[in-house]
């Protein structure tokens, strides 16, 4: 029998106080993103861990329509890729449900097949220009708006920033995924061929690992900073303020301190341009709220050594030709020329790779020249608090700078609208991780190698929390075997709170949790596949990862000890936390002054 999980309670007209469905007013290639309604049961809906905050009115602009509605599907359609037409997504709460819009008319399948045919050849065969000449776009544009002076503007003069702003990003995220795309469609070639061949097509990652990427060099650059802070001696000065309070600290320390603070302001000015989530306008960068940074350097000093980049590259590329020497040895001949013709593709067209590195120039700072003038609007128009405009939808906004609304008219939603995102932030640690009807199976690539949902999780998600189980399963991501203290994190605002050697339990990780990786002593995720941020990035620092384990994030408790054999994919739960004393972090609910 088929399992429905009800929609009732995230059933919402309205959604945020105030809303309107013409407030979401931006084109789609397919189906719009909107609130659930009791008839969207009838679908099968997974809850997007990309997003665990949930989004303001202005942060839905950036991802739920631009990204879902418009960027997966124009480039699914553009491709096209024979079996889906790209995501759509519902509103429960502030919450993102995704869901994957097949094709199944066979006609329709055949005749994008060959269309596909005919399109990804060229587009792989000249893979290094052809990604070189996207990311430069994104770049450009970039570099333009860095260099724009938002301070004279009048409103009105922001309203047009705002759209240009809006454009870039919405044509970064066309490039996005008609690069993503065919590079995922050559990798699932690569994968199904060593299926056939009779290898573990799990193992397909691990041929591809040892590449550098953008987010790797910031880590190596914040852990620079954590040896300078070491070197100078300010160890104690971190261990004792919290992060918010460290630049002042370090401010009145004075002498060494000086110094590093002046080496955070160029680690700042290279690698601060990224927000704390992927594609979120609520969000500030590194630059405007280094918080962050100040939490990983004083974690990274709790340990005793740092972290050796040097030597976890090294033991990544053993690691690899080892494992392409294992696969080929039990080959025959003609096996061995179809496993090299396929590996090559692949390591010219890297999709583990170009996962992590597309974040620097895409994922991570996209949205910010829209929070940029969405920030300056709020200045300009006398708002209590410049981010007050992440709670006003996208075409209120633009009423308010171009004067058809005047603030103090819509100043009173912003309150009652900053209430919604803080209790449905409360709530997710209990939503469902999927709504609607559940298949056994599902048949979207992208659903299975990067979300993580396969049968196996599709039935632990049915059937639920066990309150005395000791033992999840899910995909072995990242070899290897760890034990150490559970810290179950909401969102990366969080990742100060890890020690050096506790294991990461969370939804899923994505670039802006990577600098973790360098202290922890395993991970355990809800979701992700073989090609999710997490699995890619535990196997290139050796860290045990366990993807798609459905319930975690309910079931470990923070505090918890256990055990993640990232070779078998099981996390055992050696011994439970005293309820009393576990830690429970500080909540991220809200969102930080600016």
Known sequence: MTAVIPVDDYVSDEWYPGFKQEMFDQPWAIEQTRPLRKEDESRFWFLDFHWPRGFTPMGAATWCEDGYCWGTQYAAETLPLPPGKGFVGRLAGTHLYGTAMPVTNPRELAARGKRLGRTLPGFLGNFA????VARDEVDEGWQYFRGLDLTPQSPAELATTLREARAYSRRAYEIHFEVMYPMLANFLGFYGACAEMGLDPSQTGRFLQGEDTKIMQADRALNELTRSARAAG????????EPSELRAALTAHGGSAAQWLTDLDDF??????????????????????PTPVFGMVRSFLEQPEDHDFAAAHEAVILERDAAVDAARSGLTLEEQRVFDAGLASNRAVNFPWWQDEHAFYIDLRVALPMRWASLEIGRKVGADRPDDTMFLFWPELLDVAEGRTTWSSVAGLVGERRDYFRQWNARRPSMPKVLGTVPDEVADPIMIEVFGINGHSLKVMQRGVDADATELTGIAAAKGTARGTARVLSSSDELHRLSPGDVLVCESTSPNWTPAFGKIAACVCDGGGTLSHAAIVGREYGIPTVTAA?????????????EVDGTRGIVTILKRADQTASATGPSSGDLSEN
């Not at 300010?234 to 303020?241: G, Y």
């Not at 690698?271 to 609520?282: K, L, Q, Y």
């Not at 459905?550 to 408790?557: D, G, L, P, Q, S």
């Open 234 to 241: 300010l160890a104690p000065v971190f261990a004792a303020h």
């Open 129 to 132: 220009e052809n990604w070189a």
């Open 268 to 289: 700042l000015r290279v690698h601060g341009w990224r927000t704390e989530g992927i594609t979120d306008i609520a969000l500030p960068s590194w630059i405007e709220d």
């Open 550 to 562: 459905a319930i975690a994030t309910v079931t470990i408790r923070d505090g918890d000890e256990i």
